[in-house]
């Protein structure tokens, strides 16, 4: 089979045209599977692949989900959009997603080349598919398209090395400056990113870092001046911006809240103080 027939890897997810994810009109590919599990997630389905359990067959109204030879067969014009599937999944998966090879996506690239600017992988997480996260960077290069990727950054230095040669810049999420706290929230330690991070901003990779504020409580105060302090020290012009919790789409049964004006006026002006000219709160 050569590389151009081959299936590269899964996608939950194309929106033709976004305006939010980087600059510009942008085509965006959500990936399947992530490597974190946030409590704050708003997309908890694009966490893990289906287990192929079944158990969303009889919660769809449409008949568009089948088992077919112990796989999960996803008929999407039957789908009524109902979301049942998504709400009684207990893996944090979705029947929804489709597996791609080179000639597909060089064709959806192709189909909205005259409408963007850009094109921009998101997830789920593209550094854990880095086969088809490079070939659709390398596709979008030569298709003259700016290419970024959002990234939890989370993965080896040696695939976030490889993947830069090819992408623009990044948008990283980075969740917590404390490992304790980046576990708490998370699941997982934060080294990794940690590194990545450094590396990416050393290397003027980075279009933006985004932190969510979830709280009014000290610790949260204090995570976000120590993730300033980090930034400014290698890059004090990169955007930083808070991201403001909502809680539409995420899991229940947490506790988390929405952050007053008040309190995010004050947390941009002491990012501010430490020496970051480029904040955002949105
Ligand atoms: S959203 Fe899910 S449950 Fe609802 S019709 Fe579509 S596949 Fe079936
Ligand atoms: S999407 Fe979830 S509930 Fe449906 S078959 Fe896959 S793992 Fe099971």
Do not use: W
């Not at 399947?32 to 289906?50: D, R």
């Not at 049942?84 to 189909?111: A, V, W």
């Amino acid at each position: 089979m050569t590389l151009k027939n081959r299936q590269l890897g899964f996608i939950n997810k194309i929106l033709p045209v976004s305006a939010v994810d980087g600059p510009g009109n942008r085509l965006v590919f959500f990936l399947q599977g992530c490597n974190l599990n946030c409590i704050y997630c708003h997309n908890p389905e694009t966490i893990s692949y289906c287990t192929a359990c079944g158990k969303c067959i009889e919660k769809c109204g449409g008949c568009a989900i089948q088992s077919e030879k112990n796989k999960i067969v996803f008929h999407p014009a039957k789908c009524l959009n109902c979301g049942n599937c998504l709400e009684n999944c207990i893996y944090n998966s979705t029947p929804k997603y489709f597996s791609y090879g080179y000639r597909e996506i060089e064709k959806i690239i192709q189909n909205y080349s005259d409408f963007i600017s850009g094109i921009t992988i998101s997830g789920g997480e593209p550094t854990m598919q880095p086969d088809l996260t490079s070939t659709i960077l390398l596709i979008a290069k030569k298709k003259n398209k700016s290419a970024f990727i959002d990234t939890n950054a989370n993965c080896d230095e040696n695939v976030m090395e490889k993947l830069s040669c090819l992408f623009d810049k990044a948008m990283i999420d980075l969740k917590a400056f404390y490992s304790e706290e980046h576990i708490r929230l998370t699941g997982s330690d934060n080294s990794k990113i940690l590194k990545n991070t450094a590396f990416l901003l050393k290397s003027k990779k980075v279009y933006e870092i985004r932190t969510v504020v979830f709280s009014e409580e000290k610790f949260m105060t204090d995570n976000i001046l120590k993730i300033a302090e980090f930034i400014a020290r290698l890059n004090k012009t990169v955007k930083y911006k808070l991201i403001v919790f909502r809680k539409e789409g995420t899991r229940k049964g947490h506790i988390l809240k929405t952050p007053k004006d008040e309190y995010l006026s004050r947390l941009k002006k002491e990012c501010a103080g430490i020496g970051l000219s480029n904040i955002a709160v949105n």
